[in-house]
Nanobody, 130 residues
């Protein structure tokens, strides 16, 4: 059974930084994607970044325009953990942040969309004040 645990959320002022972690366990198969999503109250869940884990290593997928240039995703293979470094945070980044797994081997051909991801963590809250 896939189990995902997010951590690292908190409250920061605009312009600050946070690093989120997504520790994954129980993922079978050698090729899959791990995505980061966020959801603010009253808004749809937004896919913001992802990585493809394959036989030749890890490849970053496209970032959402809203975070491009400010957020960076990477995976620590030894820890089986995917990180999301967030810089230059804005009040509009305030949301619950969730990570998820897409076990489709062709996941790297798609944008990071919640419709394609099978397993989800509980999320971690990020609040950015102005």
């Amino acid at each position: 059974q896939v189990h995902l645990v997010e951590s690292g959320g908190g409250s920061v002022q605009a312009g600050g930084s946070l690093r989120l972690s997504c520790e994954a366990s129980g993922v079978t198969g050698s090729r899959y994607c791990v995505g980061w999503f966020r959801q603010a109250p009253g808004k749809e869940r937004e896919g913001i970044a992802g990585v493809y884990v394959g036989n030749l290593g890890t490849i970053s997928l496209s970032y959402a325009d809203s975070v491009k240039g400010r957020f960076t995703i990477w995976r620590d293979n030894a820890k089986n953990t995917v990180y999301l470094q967030m810089r230059a945070l804005k009040p509009e980044d305030t949301a619950a942040y969730l990570c998820a797994v897409d076990r489709d081997e062709l996941c790297y051909t798609r944008e990071v969309s919640s419709h394609d991801y099978d397993f989800w963590g509980q999320g971690t809250q990020v609040t950015v004040s102005s």
